[in-house]
């Protein structure tokens, strides 16, 4: 009989039990250990190094034979997801694996509107007595006319006590003519806007009577142990039958723990949070609510819904008010989701009269044309290169990452994220990497390094010539649907009036350097925006808003989409957007 083997996992000293035939990551995934899996453990990403410390390593596979230098092999190197351990063991986890404390920013331009919630709010006064939900309703039509209906289940089980318990003066919440909530009198209401991402969540915690956003909160995704990205999600939830439901539940179970932490940092009782906006990527959208995501693993890339939903707070393991509702605000397409519609609504794309491209950067970037008051949208595979994936030295966007990379007068001057020495390289560096290597002379036009070196940068950080090619498949990808929706409506890039870039990622890049490699298009920096998180500013607003909400869901439904997938224009695009611009070396090396 095989017996169990221990393994201890370093810096954190976490010890975990390996069964018969676990990888490494199995191992760390069931000890609550974090290690970087962007494939989602698939073995064709390079983002689960770790090192088997006292001789305890297996035999390295081929890929890892090929992927790492023999000394490397011999003193204990391996990926975690291709290793299963024949001993007990003990490994040591690179900061660079690590996938903890990566920078959050939920930040965005905050859009006022003038509050006009999907809740009413009716003060109650009753005379005292027995009430049944006949009685109670009766009351509150003979006070204010209003048109309730019934109310909700919840409500109703614990009806006699909730009116005994406020002495017979009560706030009466309804929804739609349902009642969802009996509150103390002079209780306030409030909503959460969800901006759900493949990598972070971000949780805003919102006065619905003033439209003030108490407090927000980001986190990372507890999905990302089952893979960095989409696909790589998808995929295990085909390999594992579990992954679909554990993924589920982990969502649902932070996003609860954050409300009720936000609450009760702010002295706020969970009970008088009333609505519930969640806008994410349809795969996110799906996972939230226990959808099977099969059909989005293959095209056409078809979901299980599109349009807008009305659920139950309970159904999805959310403790606030009894009755209350959680709205998925609608998804476009296949991998154009709500988190696109909330960014369209955050940008108030339905107001917008000019000719507009606004992407949000991801590993599927979706970007959307606005012109002559139409929005059509393309979704790109953009790939984990962007945000460090996939890349020999790559890392998320946590501390010791480099962020920024200039080369001045031939010296490398870099910019790491808390100002540490350089652990890695995340997305933004990435691009700055291409650019300035580039413009340097280092990199061919067609991406070749020059020397028959690995670009170096700093405290062991480099660039290999495959980390070079799974940037320019990225940027190709992006500028390709960018031509794409250009060509669709007869334009050129030069009648753009505006190009905005929202996302978190977006935020940090250098847009000279992104014009620098054809990611992005060479029109006038002025026309270009960064605006961070639109899509948090949208789902505040389809929060606040029922007019707003509204306008979500024609947004949603009246965008064209182009599948981009397999068709002739986007791989010619693609293929001439491979290589770097021509530039003028000497003028830019000035
Ligand atoms: S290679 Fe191990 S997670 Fe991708």
Redesign the pocket.
């Known amino acids: 009989m095989t017996r169990m083997l221990y393994i201890t996992f370093e810096p954190d000293n976490i010890k975990g039990q390996c069964y018969p035939n676990d990888t490494l990551?199995d191992v760390a995934r069931r000890s609550g250990v974090s290690i970087?899996?962007?494939?989602?453990?698939?073995?064709?990403?390079?983002?689960?190094i770790v090192y088997f410390k006292d001789g305890g390593a297996p035999p390295a596979i081929k890929e890892d034979i090929d992927f790492f230098s023999q000394k490397k092999i011999t003193k204990g190197w391996r990926?975690?997801?291709?290793s299963r351990p024949i001993k007990d063991a003990v490994i040591h986890i690179p900061q660079r694996t690590r996938v903890a404390n990566a920078r959050i920013s939920i930040d965005g331009a905050d859009i006022w509107t003038c509050p006009d919630p999907v809740v009413k709010t009716y003060p109650i006064l009753l005379d005292g007595g027995e009430i049944n939900s006949d009685s109670l309703l009766a009351a509150v039509k003979s006070s204010y006319n209003g048109d309730l209906k019934h109310i909700s289940s919840e409500i109703l089980r614990a009806l006699p006590d909730l009116i005994k318990d406020n002495w017979y003066k009560f706030l009466l919440v309804s929804r739609f003519g349902e009642v969802i909530s009996i509150l103390p009198s002079t209780s306030k209401i409030y909503g959460v806007a969800i901006d759900l991402g493949t990598t972070n969540i971000g949780v805003y915690l919102v006065d619905l009577r003033s439209g003030a956003t108490i407090s927000a909160e980001g986190v990372e995704n507890p999905q990302i142990p089952y893979g960095g990205d989409l696909i790589a999600r998808i995929t295990e939830t085909k390999r594992n039958a579990d992954a679909l439901q554990e993924m589920t539940q982990l969502t649902q179970r932070k996003i609860n723990d954050i409300i009720i932490g936000l609450c009760e940092k702010h002295a706020i009782d969970p009970l008088s949070i009333v609505d519930i906006v969640v806008a994410g990527n349809t795969a996110m959208h799906h996972i939230f609510l226990g959808l099977s995501v099969e059909g989005l693993g293959l095209s056409p890339f078809e979901p299980c819904m599109e349009g807008p939903l009305d659920i139950k707070a309970s159904n999805v393991g959310l403790t606030i008010a009894m009755g209350a509702y959680v709205h998925m605000l609608p998804n476009i397409a296949g991998f154009v989701g709500g988190d696109h519609t909330a960014m369209l609504l955050g940008l108030r794309a339905d107001k917008e009269e000019r000719t507009v491209i606004s992407l949000d950067i991801g590993t599927n970037t979706e970007i959307s044309l606005i012109h002559r008051g139409e929005i059509t949208s393309v979704s790109c595979p953009s790939g984990p290169a962007l945000e460090g994936g996939n890349i020999e030295c790559g890392m998320r966007a946590a501390k010791g990452a480099i962020e920024k990379l200039e080369i001045t007068m031939g010296e490398v001057i870099i910019k790491t994220i808390g100002e540490g020495p350089p652990v890695g390289i995340c997305g933004s560096g990435v691009i700055d990497v291409l650019a300035q290597f580039y413009l340097s002379g280092e990199l061919t036009q067609k991406g070749q390094i020059r020397s028959d070196r690995n670009l170096v940068i700093e405290g062991g950080v480099y660039f290999t010539q495959h980390d070079v090619r799974a940037v320019q498949l990225a940027k190709g990808a992006i500028r390709a649907g960018i031509e794409v929706l250009l060509m669709a409506a007869g334009l050129q890039a030069d009648s753009l009036d505006k190009l905005i870039i929202a996302g978190a990622f977006g935020a940090y890049i250098n847009v000279e350097n992104a014009i620098a490699i054809g990611m992005l298009p060479d029109i006038p920096l002025h026309k270009i925006e960064q605006v961070g998180n639109a899509a948090g500013a949208g789902v505040k607003l389809a929060l606040l808003s029922y007019t707003l909400r509204k306008q979500a869901h024609n947004l949603a439904r009246d965008s064209q989409y182009i599948e981009l997938a397999g068709t002739k224009d986007f791989m010619k695009s693609f293929m001439n957007n491979i290589n770097f611009p021509q530039v003028n070396l000497e003028e830019k090396q000035l």
């Open positions: 990551l970087a899996s962007s494939c989602g453990g698939r073995g064709i990403c390079k983002s689960c990926r975690a997801c291709c």
